[in-house]
């Protein structure tokens, strides 16, 4: 219950999102376990999609272990049938889906000149096809069952700047952050709100296989990261909870960049912090 100046009793009241269904492509693995897990506290019952199978469930035991229900979605969500068949299923086992978080993604490392059209149509798959076939899925159902829905996808700072060596990744994420905006307007009518959050450095698990977290706070520090190191996951998971949540009701069509402060400081920072 709210009180007379509209303010909630209690947080999950804040969030809006007990008894929610959320499906979260990627959910198996870093930054996805983290939102799936960020979710689960704020009410919602998940299906945890993950292309490997011992990821997923066991996520989806951590979900249950927080008193909300779980289900287990394997398969390659770069596929159509897969998506249609895995997800129809999911549906059947939880309810409609009311939340989409789509997380999946890969970066090759290549200049332009050494980039295959592989290497370019891989890219494009894993960071944007998938986001495309699991967005198109979850609004239809959405929009059939007329829910308010909502769904946000994680983008990059890269794909809001060039992105050297990262040319196609880039260009997939410049992509969805391009198919957000016309999925706000498209959907905006059925009271679905779309958005997406670009990540910067960030100490994913991915990351810290190759060097430790100290190393990576170094390097973003001698980037000149204001905030003077990497991202945590679980800050990218509380800057999706925000979004798919009541408390952005009347945002839509937004990239939310979660980067410490990065993308603000390409104007040579170096030098301001050197006078302090």
């Given at each position: 219950?709210?009180?007379?100046?509209?303010?909630?009793?209690?947080?999950?009241?804040?969030?809006?999102?007990?008894?929610?269904?959320?499906?979260?492509?990627?959910?198996?693995?870093?930054?996805?376990?983290?939102?799936?897990?960020?979710?689960?506290?704020?009410?919602?019952?998940?299906?945890?999609?993950?292309?490997?199978?011992?990821?997923?469930?066991?996520?989806?035991?951590?979900?249950?272990?927080?008193?909300?229900?779980?289900?287990?979605?394997?398969?390659?969500?770069?596929?159509?049938?897969?998506?249609?068949?895995?997800?129809?299923?999911?549906?059947?086992?939880?309810?409609?889906?009311?939340?989409?978080?789509?997380?999946?993604?890969?970066?090759?490392?290549?200049?332009?000149?050494?980039?295959?059209?592989?290497?370019?149509?891989?890219?494009?798959?894993?960071?944007?096809?998938?986001?495309?076939?699991?967005?198109?899925?979850?609004?239809?159902?959405?929009?059939?069952?007329?829910?308010?829905?909502?769904?946000?996808?994680?983008?990059?700072?890269?794909?809001?700047?060039?992105?050297?060596?990262?040319?196609?990744?880039?260009?997939?994420?410049?992509?969805?952050?391009?198919?957000?905006?016309?999925?706000?307007?498209?959907?905006?009518?059925?009271?679905?709100?779309?958005?997406?959050?670009?990540?910067?450095?960030?100490?994913?698990?991915?990351?810290?296989?190759?060097?430790?977290?100290?190393?990576?706070?170094?390097?973003?520090?001698?980037?000149?990261?204001?905030?003077g190191r990497a991202g945590e996951p679980r800050e990218v998971a509380q800057a999706i909870l925000f979004l798919v949540s009541d408390m952005s009701r009347y945002v839509t069509g937004?990239?939310?960049?979660?980067?410490?402060?990065?993308?603000?400081?390409?104007?040579?920072?170096?030098?301001?912090?050197n006078r302090r």
């Amino acid at each position: 219950m709210a009180d007379q100046h509209g303010l909630p009793d209690n947080l999950e009241e804040l969030f809006g999102l007990t008894g929610k269904v959320a499906l979260v492509l990627g959910g198996g693995f870093g930054m996805g376990e983290q939102v799936c897990l960020w979710l689960a506290r704020a009410g919602c019952d998940v299906i945890v999609a993950d292309i490997l199978p011992e990821r997923a469930a066991a996520v989806a035991a951590k979900v249950r272990d927080l008193g909300r229900r779980a289900h287990e979605a394997v398969g390659d969500m770069c596929e159509q049938a897969v998506v249609d068949s895995v997800l129809s299923a999911a549906e059947t086992a939880l309810g409609g889906i009311d939340i989409l978080v789509s997380i999946i993604g890969e970066a090759g490392w290549f200049s332009v000149l050494e980039t295959t059209l592989e290497d370019w149509k891989y890219d494009q798959r894993r960071n944007l096809d998938y986001f495309f076939l699991g967005a198109q899925y979850a609004a239809r159902s959405m929009v059939n069952r007329g829910v308010a829905g909502r769904i946000c996808a994680i983008a990059s700072v890269d794909g809001m700047q060039a992105s050297p060596m990262h040319g196609a990744y880039g260009a997939a994420k410049a992509g969805l952050i391009s198919l957000v905006k016309t999925l706000a307007i498209e959907l905006g009518p059925d009271g679905i709100r779309v958005n997406c959050v670009a990540p910067g450095m960030t100490k994913t698990p991915r990351a810290l296989a190759r060097r430790p977290a100290a190393d990576i706070d170094a390097n973003a520090r001698q980037m000149g990261i204001p905030l003077g190191r990497a991202g945590e996951p679980r800050e990218v998971a509380q800057a999706i909870l925000f979004l798919v949540s009541d408390m952005s009701r009347y945002v839509t069509g937004v990239t939310l960049p979660v980067d410490g402060g990065w993308l603000s400081a390409r104007l040579d920072v170096g030098n301001f912090t050197n006078r302090r």
